[in-house]
């Protein structure tokens, strides 16, 4: 696939959730680019080192030939909007605007679940985070998964959200790697059927997913 020369501006990949979400959709994409990465828990040298590269002053950022385009949702709208071969959704109008939905309740929404669990994807903190509106988070994200399956997964022809991979799951990863750090009791919060745990696998057991991990891990010198 011939694209102009790319570079994503990424955080930790410890900690960097947003960061996570296009360089996921990247690589799934099988696309060349280089990854720059910022320090991220650095005070005023993260914000400068942020700062050079996007005026918004945060993580991740998308440098595509002269273009600057910053914010992980924007950064995987542009990507599917001149990368059409790339499939990042479906073809299906139904799915794909359903797939647009739950991205930006992701985007805009579950500020409890960020803020109580954070993402630490080299650790297991297992029952530490949760209270009342982190349950509610996790139980609202659990029912957009059953739904998104059922209505449209196996439809799809594949074990992701939408059948393939996706924006969605690109955007729903980092949910994955949080549940899986603090294990709260999914069955407790709706996940009767099973549904957002095989899901959890599909995420997990992605090579590109695992590549983060790892470097994650040699990040953390783990």
């Known amino acids: 696939?011939?694209?102009?020369?790319?570079?994503?501006?990424?955080?930790?990949?410890?900690?960097?959730?947003?960061?996570?979400?296009?360089?996921?959709?990247?690589?799934?994409?099988?696309?060349d680019f280089e990854e720059v990465d910022v320090s991220l828990r650095q005070g005023a040298e993260t914000k400068a080192q942020?700062?050079?590269?996007s005026p918004a002053g945060?993580?991740?950022?998308?440098?595509?030939?002269?273009?600057?385009?910053?914010?992980?949702l924007a950064i995987l709208e542009t990507l599917a909007d001149r990368l059409p071969d790339a499939r990042l959704w479906p073809n299906d109008a139904q799915a794909r605007a359903h797939g647009?939905?739950?991205?930006?309740?992701?985007?805009?929404?579950?500020?409890?679940?960020?803020?109580?669990?954070?993402?630490?994807?080299?650790?297991h903190r297992s029952g530490e985070g949760m209270n009342d509106a982190v349950a509610e988070d996790i139980s609202r994200i659990i029912a957009?998964?059953?739904?998104?399956?059922?209505?449209?997964?196996e439809a799809g022809g594949g074990p992701y959200l939408l059948g393939t991979f996706s924006i969605a799951d690109a955007?729903?990863?980092?949910?994955?790697?949080?549940?899986?750090?603090?294990?709260p009791d999914l069955v407790a919060l709706g996940d009767r059927d099973g549904t957002a745990r095989a899901y959890m696998e599909t995420?997990?057991?992605?090579?590109?997913?695992?590549?983060?991990?790892?470097?994650a891990r040699a990040q953390m010198g783990r």
């Open 203 to 215: 995420i997990n057991s992605m090579p590109e997913m695992r590549e983060w991990v790892l470097g």
């Open 50 to 53: 942020c700062l050079s590269h």
């Open 100 to 123: 647009r939905a739950i991205s930006a309740e992701m985007h805009s929404g579950f500020t409890a679940l960020r803020r109580d669990m954070p993402m630490d994807c080299t650790h």
């Open 144 to 153: 957009i998964w059953t739904e998104a399956r059922g209505r449209f997964g």
């Open 1 to 31: 696939m011939h694209t102009p020369p790319l570079q994503l501006v990424i955080g930790d990949k410890n900690w960097s959730s947003w960061s996570l979400r296009p360089w996921l959709a990247m690589k799934v994409a099988g696309l």
């Open 171 to 183: 955007m729903y990863a980092p949910v994955v790697s949080r549940l899986e750090t603090y294990a």
């Open 58 to 72: 945060k993580v991740p950022v998308l440098k595509w030939a002269d273009e600057t385009i910053w914010d992980s």
